[in-house]
C-alpha cells in the first residue's frame, strides 16, 4: 500500500509523514548580488523630531519604530540626524548643509500632544536642493502610536518609490501557547498579537483573502479537519466544506472562491468551491497526493505539491486544472508552495543535508537559490504584498517561532517572542 505524505506539520493529527531516504542531490544555486540592492537605497536622514513637554517618550517612540519600518521597507538607506532638530523653519540651506553630499530626502518631525490625543507631523525635504517637497499629519491615541507610526511609514514609502508600503499589514498563525492549536494575527513587525480562534481544538493553514477582511482556515472544532472561514471585521465564521480531511485553503484572486486539499478515495486532490460552500467541483484526478496550492498574481497558474512521482515534488498547472507539468526535479523533498506577488518567485520548503529550508524557484524552473542553508528547520515559506520579504517558521532559536527576512535571505528577525510554538504563517495583503 503506498504511504501517504501530506505536509510536515507536527500539529497535524490523523496524517502520516513521508520522509525519502535517499540522500538529496545538490543543485546548482543562483547567488544574487546583495550589494547591488543594497546600493539601489535612497539616502535618507531623519533628525531628531520636535516635541512639547510631557511627551518626550511618545516622540522617542514614535521616531524609533517609524526607523524601524523605513528601513525594514528596504527602499531606503537610513542616516540618523538627531543631533539635528526638526524645526517649520528649515531654510533651504540649512537642509543643504545637514544632507551634505551623500543624503538625498532629508525627514523631520513634530509630535504635538492635545488632550489624550497625539498628532505627527512628518515633512520630507529634498537634501540636493533643499527644498520642501511633501507634509503630512498623522494622528490616534496613545495606544494607537505603534500604527501612527507605520501610517507615516507607508506614506512615505509610497511617496518616494510608488510602491506600497507594508507597515500596515498584519501576519496570521498558528500557535499552541494557550495549549491548543489556535489561529492569531499580530502587526507586521511582531507586536500586537490578538487571537482569533478560541474552540481548545486544532486549528491550521491560515489564509487571507484579497481583501484582508476573511481568513480561510482548517478546523478541527466539530472533530474533523473541515475547511472554515472567519470575517475579522465582524467576527462571523462559517463552514464551507467538511467530511474527510480538509487541507491548506488559499482564495482565488476574485475573493469569492477558495481553492483547498481534500480526501477522495484514499487520497489528497484539488478541490474548488465558492466562498459559502457552494459549487464544489474537484480539480485534479492524480494518482497522488495534492495539496498546498498558491495562484501566480494574475490568477491564471497555481503551483502545487504532489507526490504523484515517488516524492513531493513541485507542480504547475492552469487554473481550470489542465496543462499540469512539474516544476521541481532535484531533491526528495519539496513543498508548500508560495508564489511571490510579482510573479518572478516561487518560495516553497525545501530538504537539503537532511534538514528543512526555504528555497525559491523561478516559475520556468532555470533558477534556484536557497536562502537558508542552515542547521535548522526552516519551513512554510509566506510573501509579503511587496514581493521583497518573506516570513517563515524555524526552530533556530529551539521552540518553532514565525521570523521575517528578505528575499535575499538576509535580515533575519524573530517575530514572536511568547512562549510555545508558532507555525504556518500567512502574510496579510495591503488593505486599502
Not at 498628532?119 to 537634501?127: M, R
Not at 503630512?136 to 509610497?158: A, E, N, P, Q
Not at 470575517?231 to 491548506?248: M, Q
Not at 511587496?386 to 514565525?402: A, P
Request: charged share 25%; proline share 5%; aromatic share 10%.
Amino acid at each position: 500500500m503506498r504511504r501517504v505524505f501530506i505536509l510536515k506539520f507536527r500539529l497535524l493529527l490523523m496524517v502520516s509523514l513521508l520522509i525519502a531516504a535517499a540522500p538529496p542531490v545538490r543543485s546548482a544555486e543562483v547567488h544574487i548580488d546583495i550589494e547591488r540592492l543594497e546600493s539601489s537605497r535612497t539616502p535618507v536622514g531623519v533628525l531628531g523630531f520636535e516635541t512639547e513637554p510631557g511627551a518626550e517618550s511618545e516622540v522617542k517612540s514614535v521616531r524609533d519604530i517609524l526607523m524601524m519600518d523605513l528601513k525594514r521597507s528596504l527602499a531606503f538607506q537610513l542616516t540618523d540626524l538627531s543631533q539635528y532638530p526638526s524645526s517649520k523653519n528649515l531654510a533651504p540651506e540649512d537642509v543643504k548643509k545637514i544632507a551634505g553630499d551623500r543624503i538625498e530626502i532629508i525627514l523631520t518631525g513634530k509630535v504635538k500632544k492635545e488632550g489624550d490625543q497625539f498628532k505627527l507631523n512628518a515633512a520630507l525635504y529634498n537634501g540636493k536642493t533643499g527644498k520642501w517637497m511633501w507634509e503630512r499629519v498623522f494622528g490616534g491615541s496613545k495606544s494607537s502610536l505603534r500604527m501612527i507610526s507605520h501610517r507615516t511609514s507607508d506614506k512615505i514609502v509610497y511617496q518616494l518609490t510608488g510602491e506600497e508600503g507594508i507597515a500596515q499589514t498584519e501576519i496570521a498563525y498558528v500557535s499552541d501557547t494557550g495549549g491548543s492549536k489556535e489561529i492569531y494575527r499580530m502587526d507586521y513587525d511582531g507586536y500586537n498579537p490578538r487571537l482569533l480562534t478560541l474552540n481548545h481544538t486544532i486549528n491550521l493553514f491560515p489564509r487571507w483573502s484579497p481583501d484582508g477582511t476573511r481568513i480561510s482556515y482548517t478546523s478541527y472544532i466539530d472533530r474533523n479537519p473541515d475547511i472554515w472561514i472567519m470575517d475579522i471585521t465582524t467576527s462571523k465564521r462559517w463552514k464551507v466544506a467538511s467530511g474527510g480531511l480538509k487541507l491548506s485553503p488559499v482564495w482565488y484572486p476574485d475573493g469569492r472562491r477558495i481553492l483547498f486539499a481534500a480526501s477522495v478515495e484514499g487520497q489528497t486532490q484539488l478541490f474548488t468551491g465558492m466562498e459559502d460552500g457552494k459549487n464544489i467541483q474537484r480539480l485534479t484526478f492524480s494518482i497522488g497526493n495534492d495539496l498546498s496550492p498558491s495562484f501566480s498574481p494574475k490568477g491564471d497558474q497555481v503551483v502545487f505539491n504532489s507526490d504523484r512521482g515517488g516524492a513531493p515534488q513541485l507542480y504547475l498547472m492552469n487554473n481550470d486544472g489542465t496543462n499540469v507539468r512539474r516544476l521541481t526535479f532535484e531533491g526528495e523533498y519539496n513543498t508548500t508552495p508560495s508564489w511571490s506577488p510579482k510573479g518572478d518567485w516561487i518560495a516553497y520548503t525545501c530538504r537539503t543535508d537532511n534538514r528543512l529550508q526555504i528555497c525559491l524557484i523561478s516559475p520556468d524552473g532555470q533558477r534556484k537559490v536557497n536562502l537558508s542553508s542552515n542547521r535548522y528547520e526552516d519551513e512554510s515559506p509566506g510573501w509579503a504584498p511587496d514581493g521583497r520579504h518573506l516570513v517563515f517558521s524555524s526552530n533556530r532559536d529551539g521552540k518553532t517561532n514565525v521570523y521575517m527576512m528578505t528575499s535575499e535571505g538576509t535580515e533575519i528577525e524573530r517575530l514572536t517572542r511568547t512562549g510555545g510554538n508558532f507555525i504556518d504563517p500567512a502574510w496579510s495583503p495591503v488593505r486599502h
